[in-house]
């Protein structure tokens, strides 16, 4: 008899699937991103599978590719559900405005990861999802990132009926989300919307999924955690490389955005935030100081943590934690948008 019970993260890496994707993500990460912070673009290219946008619907999900500056590629992609869900309320469909990971450097909104998990964010959160396809390091260095992002949010408030958008897509209730590299864009974005008057659309909350911050000063994860899966300190020190300005250490504020050199956001009415942490993720000691920070600048902060969760375990849908993620993520969309 079959059995069908997700695997736990703990039983999952000692699969045959898990050390084999473990294997070849390493061999890629090591011809595509050099010790110098440059990357193998056309390598990368390469091996970047592309998913076209489907307006015909696939498996309940149509998607729509938005260009808002095509000078510098800046494009969303947009996922909704087909047949568009009836909502619980008459609030209409919450938006989650989502940044890929890929340590600023790789990936797209296109990119069939990525395609994948925001087709998935969308049937199991019951939510219209903006997929952004930001500039890349180290081709386009800090602060690219963060003005493409903010950008996006500029061009949904003067266009809230851009092409795809469902009618019922409530524009103020919008999450503003992002997993590793694109958690930490996510944070610095909703930092610079703090300062902007919007009127057609709403930031209710942060989803930062294992957030990519980082400091001068190696953590204890950082330290013990060197040959971590997928994310290992020789890729961590590329990327970092790769984005930071020339000159800059990691305690550069876009870096280490509660250390020495950061901004005060006391003052500011930063929306509540939901910290995704993973136990085997070298970045797990920095990602529980960004809660903290928030919470001493009295911010209002969730902090979840998966004990035996390595980097990028919500990429694996059969993971057991993956889906106990997506269910702490449903209810914090659910408790700020009642509020």
Known sequence: MSNNKPSTCADFAKTWKMKLTVFVTNLVMKFCCRSDGTVNRRLVNFLDFKVPPSVKPLNGVKTYDIIVDASRNLWFRLFSPVPVPAPTDASGLPVIIFFHGGGFALMSADSLPYDTLCRRLVKELSAVVISVNYRLSPEFKYPCQYEDGFDVLTFIECNPSFEGIPRNANLMN????????????????????????????????????QPGFFGQEKTESEIMLVRAPFLDARLLDCFVKAFLPEGSDRDHPAANVFGPNSVDISGLKFPATIVIVGGIDPLKDRQKRYYQGLKKYGKEAYLIEYPNAFHSFYTFPE???SSLMINEVRDFMQKQSTK
């Open 319 to 321: 993971v057991l934690e």
């Open 174 to 209: 919008c999450f503003i989300g992002g997993d590793s590299a694109g958690g930490n864009i996510a944070h610095h974005v909703a930092v610079k919307a703090c300062d902007k008057e919007f009127t057609n659309l709403k930031i209710n909350g942060v989803i930062a999924i």
